[in-house]
Structures are given as structure tokens and as C-alpha cells.
């Protein structure tokens, strides 16, 4: 973190003289309007009319994820999810698939730890063929046996494959380690042990379980006239029979107390993958924008104290980022990232090098100045097309967020001070308790990591699973 | 009707006649876009949409590692990095420092045959990036420490997306051996010795030859009006001095005589295959029947690859092709994930047998239609941000000379016939064309054969 004097001059004149420029024209961004409709049998729908583009977006969020999973039978929200189009009561899998295609159309459904969710498009032409689609896949699905063992036959391969890219399994193994396999912890994917476990029969129960009317939220975004589309939607939707399910109870798990390590053993790895951090924050934290700022400056932005002390200044790696998944219950916070195996020690000692730095000096009046125009300036293009709108208010409703997210969003990041900053890194931003997560050459850098805990953790790569609850 | 157009796209020519419930076929869909060559022959490519304050800049140069030799390989890659790193105005770390001080972001790319520099930023910002972008081409600084460290960057991402990356290293291993001759044979990061051996003289060498205004193509798109982006162009962009382009890349790669094969052992989970078959370049007339026939093939679960191997053999995880604009004539590549221990020829077999049913018989006119109906939502998808059309303009301008061809897309896919289809599947899928690249598991304990 050496800047020569004169350059931070430099930086300073330049910044001032273009900060007034962009304070004296920045235009506020708003969330276009959505109108909230329940029907009878309880589905919340969302619609969000966005014209210019001739597209229309479903986001469909069930509010029943890989946290319902049984113990042992991880992976089992996903592969619900994931046959949904794969046979129903109208159509084999083929049949969806062909009459998907034929229109230009896109159906993609999977699960993360909070909710299922189903994403689609059709142009706005064929929004009456494609509503159907939809809703044949949604509301009758049959789960053919054949399909059954198709899908669980090609995850069980696609987990063994994403082995082979560290990058691909470094937050899998993170998560695991770091909740000690319990809730969070359980990958949603699920594994080469749990996806043995699902049968036919637990798929439809789970579906009978959690896919109801009134545990569902739709939205739906693009160029449609909305009060025909809500016509279209009673007939269809509306038809759904409601019925009764069992909230999904998420424990909630704090930070992990002292460090531990775990090292995944890649013996042919030239280079070392590792994340380090601790369980952090959920959806909601009022210090959520807080957040966001600081850690634009910490390791959010290619200008961060991280990519600027590893990548810009010492060459180790090609990228490291530091990031908080918040969700329902507490979620991970991490720095990720990669370098060669001879220079594993010096990275991390710099990653938490920096991290010191950040709960010892604080931010500057300048960083924090930076990092505020940073996120308004790039925020628009988040919200620009018809899909991404239809997520982001899918998920708010899940969350219990409003339009404010965006509309306040300016207003909010605007009220952080120095102050605010520096009890935001105290309470947020760990140090003292760690978990460490490598996947590398255990042959090569095995003793060098030891020092970074007390606790030491090993398992090799092929080693069925990521870590094993208890 | 439309509301007032509000620059969002071909909508408002084609949503009207999509509200109809015609089916598009030749339609021609429009947006406006201003254009100017500046007095150094660059030439600049405005498209104003006001649906959010912000704007996509892109510069596209025609250099790319196409334009390299032995020895050098990865120079035009290199210099992207470089092109971070410092300049008159700007020095070393200041071009992101300000850049996101002012609420903008950047990255950039480099292919065989392009190097592309990307802004985002809020409207307010744009004289700032002017500043820069003239900045930066006028007055790169080449500063030895940062090439030093940059090196290792470069080396940082070779590792992470080759040696760690089971598809990264097949397609590199590919196109060495796809190609004899032409340049297009090595990879566009290059060789990892050429990374660690190139020179200062290389580099200077390398901006010389390939940063010419003339070189260059620039596109803009978003919340701004041509008058001002022009303006801007004339006071900091066109002062610059053009001089001589690359010099053209003569070599012609000879016609394919026979099957080609290679193997990789690498210890690995699952095995991979990669095919690829000789294509004429991306402005040739062929180009809209082959991309029908790749969507026929490859596109959604209802092609006819993923039928046959992922759905009714059940060999294969995934199965796709891909195929990058190229100046010269280039790759189609067929790219199958085998399910574990499933021996890659039995992927290739399949593969092999489909290929001679789409060349035996023409396709039918269901998948004619349902291949253009992917490929319209396709261009919605691609067309409905700033960023995805600053980046389309430009190819479609830079590959096939021209960005109005853009507006004839619909019309070209259009005009493409069950018998264009059959016929492109016989002059490019035969064997002697295809070159197959496996990767097969090596793991302790086994043994290597």
C-alpha cells in the first residue's frame, strides 16, 4: 500500500474536480412500479410492466430451499426443482423441451439454500404458449422414474467434474467447513454421499410438501399489458389448489469462535485456492449499506485494499475479492482467492495483513468518497433488464424488503460517515476468530500453513462430500 | 402504438409486428445509430438510450494475438494488462483510481484477431473518460517494475484458467494442432515461456504496430447524444496522429488432408473431448446457415446433440459448440463433458453419426423455424442492455465490416434454407476437416495407457 506522495496528490485534485462534476448532474435512480396481487389460493404475484423490449420474465421463488433438505439427503430441493420440466401430466420431457425450444423460449430452475427458484422468458408473442409452459411444469409435474435416475446419474458426475476446477468447489468446501455441515453448511448441490440417498418417492413428497400456492411468490416483468395478464394468470395459476405447508426453520448459527483450518489436498494443483473469514451477516441487517460501502474499500472493487496490495502491487494473483452472502439466517463472509503454490503463505499473510490494516487504520475521507460514487455509478445497469427486475423483486418480497432498496438506496449510502465505517469494520469485519479454507498441493504447502490455526483440519479431494456434518 | 421511443431498441419497429402475431422472418429491425470518422481515421459509432444514466464505451483495435510471432506469443494479451498501467496524465494505478472515484468501472478482452477496452459509467463521467482513453492511446508509459509484476499477473491467470482448467488446456492443445501454419495456432495468453521472456522493445514494438487511431473502432452507447460525444472525439481523440496498421497476416492456413488427433493425461475426475472443424471466417456468406446448424445441433434439450447423448444414451453431461469471430478462417468446436469413465469415442461415435444425419437429409422445417425463433430471442438477449449492444455494434462492424449488417441478421437467417443447412454440413463436418482433442483421466495407481 505504497503510493508515491505526488501521485496521491494527483489522485486527490482529480477526484475532487470530477466528484463535483458528477454531484452536480447525478440523476436519482427509481424501481419502476409493481403492483402486488394475491389470489385466492394464495400465490403472491408481482407484476412489473416494462415496455421497449419484447420480452417477458417469470421469476418464480419457492419459499422452501436446500435448507429443507432431510439430513443426508442433500441436493433434494435441487433435483425437485431441476425435473420440474422433466415430464408432466401434459408433456414427457421431450415434449416440454421441443415445445420450450420451438418458441425461442427459456426455462431454468434450481435451488439455493433459502428458497427454490424457477426463471423463464418467452417473446411477449408468445406469452400465452409459454404461460402454460409454466404452469404445466409448476403445478404438474410427475416425476417420471426414468428421469429421476437420469438427473441424479448426471448430478452425481457433475459434482466429481467440478473437482477438477478448484475455482468451482472453493465455496462448497467454505460453506461446509465453516458451518460444520449443519444448515448453511449442507451444499445444495448435494453430494456424491447425499445424492445416493434421493429416491424417487422423497422427490414427490418434497414437492407435495413445499410447491403450494401460498408458498410462492411470482413475479413477472416485460412489455405485457398487466391487467390482461392478470386475467390470464387467475385462469391458470389461480387453479392451483391452495393447501396448507410447514415453514421451513433455518437455526440460526453465529460466527465461529477461535481459527481452524482445513486443507483439501489437490495433489496436482500448480497453484493454492483458499477463502478466509467467518459466518457474518443476514438479509435485513440495518447495517446492510454500511456494509456494502466498506466493503467496496476492503475488496469489492478492483481499486480494493485486497486487489491493490495482492494483484496491482505485488503480482501474486490474478484477482482476490472479499464478499458477504447475506441470507435468511446469517450467511458467509470471505476473502477468496488463488496464487502459486510458493507463494501461498505470503498471500494470506497479506490478505490478513490488509484485513488488519482495515480494523487498525480505518477508511480515509477519500476512500469512502470513492467507494460511494463507485456503487451509484454502477447500480443502474443492475436493474436494466425486465428479468433482472423480476428477480430482485422476487426476492425483496421473499425477504420482506421494499422498493426503498433502490429508491433509498442513494439517500442511505449517502449517510455513512467515517464514524459509521469504523463501527461497521469493528463489528463486521473479524479478525481475531477465522476459518480457513485451502484447496492445493498438501505435499507442498502443508507445513508452511499450520501457523494460521490452532486447529487443523485435512481431506483429499476425491474424498466423497465436503465435510461431513455430526 | 409505442410510447415515445426511448432508445430501447428494435421494439419499436418489431414490437409492433410481434403484437400482430406475425412470425418474423425478414424483417429489419432498426435503432439509431450516428456515425463518424475522425480526421486520424478512427471511426466512432454513437447509439443514444436514455432508460438509464449510464454509458458503455467500447474500443475495439484490430490487433490481436493473430498479429504475433513465435517468441512473442501472448504480446497482445500482455499489452492489454499494460494498457492498465499507466500513461502521461494518468501514471501507474491512477487510471482505476480515478475510473471508480467517479463511479466508473473498466475491463477489457483480447482474442486471436481483437483487443477491446470497455467503460461503464454514469453519463456525468464521460468527459473524464475521454481524458483517459486519449490519454492512455496517445501516451502509454512502459514503467519496468509494473511489467515485471504484471508478468506474474499474467502467469496468475494462466494458471487459473489453463493449467487448473481441464477445458482450458484441451482447447489450447486444439488449436496448436488445428492450425499448422497460420497464427491462429497459439493461444492468446501465449506460451508460457514467451510470458516470462518478452521485452520492453517487444511491448513498444507491439503498441506501435497495433495502437494506430486508425486501428480502432469506437462505440458508444447510452444516455448521450452524438453531437456531444463527437465533440469530445474532435477535442481529445482526433489530434492524435494515426500511423501504419499491422501488417496483414498473409499466411493461409492450407486445407485439412486428414483426421488430426491429440491426448492429454492430466489427473482429473472426468474425461473431456473437444472437435474442431475448419470454418470459413465470420464474414463469409456461410455464416448464417452454419449458425443454424450449430442450433439445430446444439441448442436447448431438444437438439438433436443433447437428445442423442445426454438424453437417450446417457454418456454425456452437457454438449455444445462454440465458435469466436475470426478475420481468417477459424474453428467450429464441438464440445462434449463424458460422463465419468465413459470412454470419449463413444461421445465421438454419436457425435459422428448425428453429423451424417444432418448431411444425409435435410433438416425438417420445424427445426428451421425453431432454430430462427432461438436465434431472435437470442438477439433480444443481447440487445436489451447498453452493454450488450455497444459490444454487438462493434463486432458486427469490426467482423463483417459493417454494423448496418447487423439490421440485416434477421433478414440472412431468414433467407437460410433446409438445403443451406444440409449443404454446410457437408462441406465442414467431414473427417478429414476435424481435428479431436481428448483429455483422459491419469490418476494414482493407474496405469498410463
Given at each position: 500500500m505504497t503510493l508515491a506522495n505526488n501521485t496521491l496528490r494527483t489522485l486527490a485534485a482529480f477526484c475532487l474536480c470530477w466528484l463535483l462534476v458528477a454531484g452536480a448532474s447525478a440523476q436519482t435512480i427509481k424501481m419502476p412500479p409493481h403492483e402486488k396481487i394475491v389470489l385466492k389460493n394464495g400465490l403472491t404475484v408481482l407484476l412489473l410492466e416494462k415496455h421497449g423490449v419484447p420480452i417477458v420474465s417469470f421469476a418464480a421463488l419457492i419459499k422452501s430451499g436446500a435448507a429443507a433438505d432431510p439430513v443426508g439427503q442433500e441436493g433434494l430441493a435441487s433435483q425437485t426443482a431441476e425435473l420440474l420440466r422433466k415430464g408432466t401430466k401434459k408433456r414427457s420431457a421431450q415434449q416440454f423441451a421441443a415445445d420450450l425450444d420451438y418458441i425461442g423460449g427459456s426455462f431454468e430452475s434450481g435451488a439455493s439454500a433459502d428458497f427454490s427458484t424457477i426463471s423463464a422468458e418467452f417473446l411477449t408473442k408468445n406469452l400465452n404458449t409459454g404461460l402454460e409452459l409454466f404452469a404445466d411444469a409448476l403445478l404438474q409435474p410427475t416425476f417420471p422414474q426414468e428421469e429421476v435416475d437420469k438427473s441424479l446419474a448426471q448430478s452425481l458426475d457433475a459434482v466429481k467434474g467440478a473437482k477438477d476446477d478448484p475455482r468451482q468447489v472453493l465455496n462448497a468446501y467454505y460453506d461446509a467447513y465453516l458451518y460444520g455441515g449443519k444448515g448453511y453448511g449442507r451444499a445444495p448441490e448435494g453430494d456424491e454421499i447425499s445424492l445416493k440417498k434421493i429416491t424417487h418417492d422423497s422427490i414427490v413428497k418434497f414437492y407435495a410438501a413445499n410447491y403450494a400456492p401460498g408458498n410462492t411468490i411470482l413475479a413477472i416483468s416485460g412489455e405485457f399489458n398487466a391487467a390482461e395478464l392478470r386475467k390470464k394468470l387467475e385462469e391458470t395459476l389461480g387453479a392451483w389448489p391452495a393447501k396448507p405447508v410447514t415453514p421451513v426453520a433455518i437455526p440460526a448459527v453465529g460466527p465461529a469462535k477461535g481459527k481452524r483450518l482445513l486443507l483439501v489436498d489437490k495433489p496436482d494443483a500448480t497453484q493454492t485456492y483458499f477463502a478466509i473469514g467467518n459466518v457474518e451477516t443476514a438479509t435485513g441487517d440495518p447495517d446492510r449499506v454500511g456494509i456494502r460501502v466498506v466493503n467496496t474499500i476492503f475488496g469489492g472493487r478492483f481499486t480494493s485494499m485486497l486487489n491493490e496490495a495482492l494483484r496491482v502491487e505485488s503480482g501474486l494473483t490474478y484477482g482476490v475479492r472479499s464478499s458477504f452472502d447475506p441470507r435468511k439466517q446469517p450467511g458467509p463472509f470471505g476473502i477468496y482467492t488463488f496464487t502459486k503454490n510458493d507463494s501461498t503463505v505470503q498471500a494470506m499473510d497479506m490478505a490478513l495483513e490488509v484485513l488488519h490494516k482495515l480494523r487498525k487504520d480505518g477508511i480515509t475521507a477519500e476512500q469512502l468518497a470513492s467507494a460511494k460514487s463507485y456503487i451509484k455509478g454502477q447500480f443502474p445497469p443492475t436493474i436494466e433488464t425486465s428479468q433482472a427486475l423480476a428477480q430482485r423483486i422476487a426476492s425483496d418480497e421473499f425477504y420482506g424488503l421494499d422498493d426503498n432498496e433502490v429508491n433509498q438506496l442513494e439517500a442511505r449510502i449517502d449517510a455513512v460517515t467515517l464514524e459509521t465505517a469504523r463501527q461497521i469494520i469493528q463489528k463486521h469485519f473479524p479478525e481475531e476468530n477465522l476459518v480457513f479454507v485451502l484447496i492445493g498441493k498438501a505435499a507442498a504447502i502443508a507445513p508452511a500453513v499450520t501457523k494460521y490455526a490452532g486447529k487443523q483440519d485435512a481431506r483429499e479431494?476425491?474424498?466423497?462430500?465436503f465435510w461431513p456434518g455430526s | 402504438m409505442k410510447k415515445v421511443f426511448r432508445g430501447s431498441l428494435p421494439g419499436m419497429v418489431l414490437g409492433i409486428l410481434l403484437a400482430s402475431g406475425v412470425t418474423l422472418r425478414a424483417q429489419e429491425p432498426q435503432f439509431p445509430v450516428a456515425t463518424k470518422t475522425l480526421k486520424n481515421g478512427m471511426k466512432v459509432l454513437v447509439q443514444p438510450d436514455h432508460s438509464i444514466p449510464n454509458v458503455a464505451l467500447y474500443i475495439f483495435y484490430r490487433v490481436g494475438s493473430r498479429n504475433e510471432r513465435p517468441g512473442t506469443t501472448g504480446l497482445s494479451h500482455f499489452f492489454e494488462h499494460m494498457m492498465f498501467n499507466g500513461a502521461k496524465k494518468y501514471g501507474p494505478g491512477d487510471l482505476d483510481k480515478v475510473m471508480e472515484a467517479n463511479g466508473a468501472s473498466n475491463n477489457a478482452y483480447t482474442s486471436r484477431d481483437v483487443t477491446v477496452y470497455q467503460d461503464w459509467f454514469p453519463r456525468s463521467t464521460m468527459p473524464l473518460i475521454f481524458d483517459i482513453e486519449a490519454d492512455r492511446i496517445e501516451n502509454l508509459s512502459f514503467d519496468p517494475a509494473k511489467i515485471k509484476s504484471e508478468r506474474e499477473v499474467v502467469a496468475s491467470e494462466r494458471r487459473l484458467s489453463v493449467d487448473n482448467d481441464n477445458g482450458g488446456i484441451l482447447d489450447e492443445q486444439l488449436w496448436a494442432t488445428a492450425f499448422i501454419a497460420h497464427t491462429y495456432q497459439w493461444p492468446v495468453l501465449g506460451w508460457t515461456s514467451d510470458i516470462e521472456h518478452w521485452t520492453m522493445e517487444d511491448l513498444k514494438h507491439h503498441f506501435a504496430m497495433g495502437y494506430s487511431p486508425s486501428n480502432a473502432t469506437m462505440v458508444v452507447v447510452g444516455d448521450v447524444s452524438p453531437e456531444e460525444v463527437f465533440k469530445l472525439c474532435e477535442q481529445d481523440i482526433e489530434p492524435i496522429a494515426s500511423h501504419a496498421p499491422p501488417p496483414p497476416v498473409t499466411t493461409v492456413e492450407p486445407e485439412q488432408l486428414g483426421e488430426r488427433r491429440l491426448v492429454v493425461h492430466k489427473p482429473s475426475e472426468l474425461p473431456l473431448l473437444l472437435i474442431g472443424y475448419h470454418v470459413p471466417q465470420t464474414n463469409s456468406p456461410d455464416f448464417y446457415a452454419l449458425n443454424i446448424l450449430r442450433t439445430v445441433l446444439f441448442q436447448g434439450e431438444s437438439s438433436r446433440m443433447y437428445q442423442r447423448l445426454v438424453d437417450k444414451d446417457q454418456i454425456a453431461l452437457d454438449v455444445s459448440s462454440e465458435s469466436d469471430p475470426g478475420f481468417d478462417p477459424t474453428l467450429v468446436i464441438v464440445i462434449a463433458q463424458p460422463k465419468q469413465n465413459v470412454d470419449p469415442q463413444t461421445c465421438e461415435k454419436d457425435i459422428y453419426e448425428e453429423l451424417e444425419r444432418a448431411k444425409s437429409a435435410p433438416i425438417s422445417d420445424q427445426e428451421l423455424e425453431k432454430a430462427k425463433n432461438i436465434r431472435w430471442m437470442e438477439f433480444y438477449q443481447q440487445m436489451r442492455t447498453i452493454n450488450g449492444r455497444a459490444n454487438t455494434i462493434g463486432t458486427y462492424e469490426v467482423f463483417f465490416g459493417d454494423y448496418n449488417k447487423l439490421f440485416d441478421a434477421a433478414k440472412n437467417y431468414g433467407a437460410v434454407t433446409k438445403e443451406d443447412v444440409q449443404r454446410v454440413a457437408k462441406e465442414y463436418f467431414g473427417a478429414n476437416n476435424r481435428t479431436v482433442a481428448t483429455l483422459l483421466p491419469e490418476n494414482e495407481g493407474q496405469e498410463k495407457q
Open positions: 479431494i476425491s474424498a466423497p462430500g | -
